[in-house]
């Protein structure tokens, strides 16, 4: 597995995973149905954003997209989103890309990482963020719809890097 910096040729790959996890309603609340261009407009961020795509061959497997946090006085605080393809879950490619994002962080000088909206009932993630140094600073109660189990708390995660 590689991970690299996304292109525009890399949406066609990465629009059908995205669209499957946010129409799953488990861990993500971008609007359901949206479009490959509404979809492509919010993932596909221009800088300071950066967009990256774990492949391995020509297969996208997933991919991730990082940045400040907010921007001006807050923009020392990184933050990163995540989409693995859901048929290669298991595979290490989160993992992969959140350890990219972390080393990312650093040699672009941000003094941390805020994950704003880790849904608490997605354990894989949170495992996943307290195994690479992440820590849940608060929980938002009630502040996701999950398809499945209804209002659920959203974790701000947070790693000092």
């Given at each position: ?73 807050g ?26 994002v ?14 704003n ?7 894989a ?5 307290k ?31």
């Amino acid at each position: 597995m590689e991970i690299r910096e996304a292109t525009e040729q890399d949406w066609p790959a990465i629009y059908p995973f995205w669209s499957a996890i946010v129409e799953a309603g488990e861990t993500y609340a971008y609007p359901l149905g949206a479009s490959s261009e509404d979809a492509r407009g919010w993932w596909m961020e221009p800088e300071p954003g950066h967009v990256v795509v774990a492949v391995d061959g020509d297969a996208v497997l997933g991919s991730a997209k990082m940045g400040p946090n907010r921007p001006g006085r807050g923009s020392h605080i990184a933050t990163g989103s995540f989409m693995v393809d859901p048929a290669v879950h298991g595979r290490g490619v989160g993992r992969a890309l959140g350890g990219y994002v972390i080393d990312w962080a650093r040699r672009e000088g941000y003094r941390g990482i805020q994950f704003n909206a880790v849904v608490e009932s997605n354990a894989a993630a949170v495992h996943l963020w307290k195994s690479l140094g992440f820590a849940v600073m608060t929980t938002i109660p009630e502040a996701f719809d999950s398809a499945s189990e209804g209002l659920v708390g959203l974790h701000v995660m947070y790693q000092k890097l």
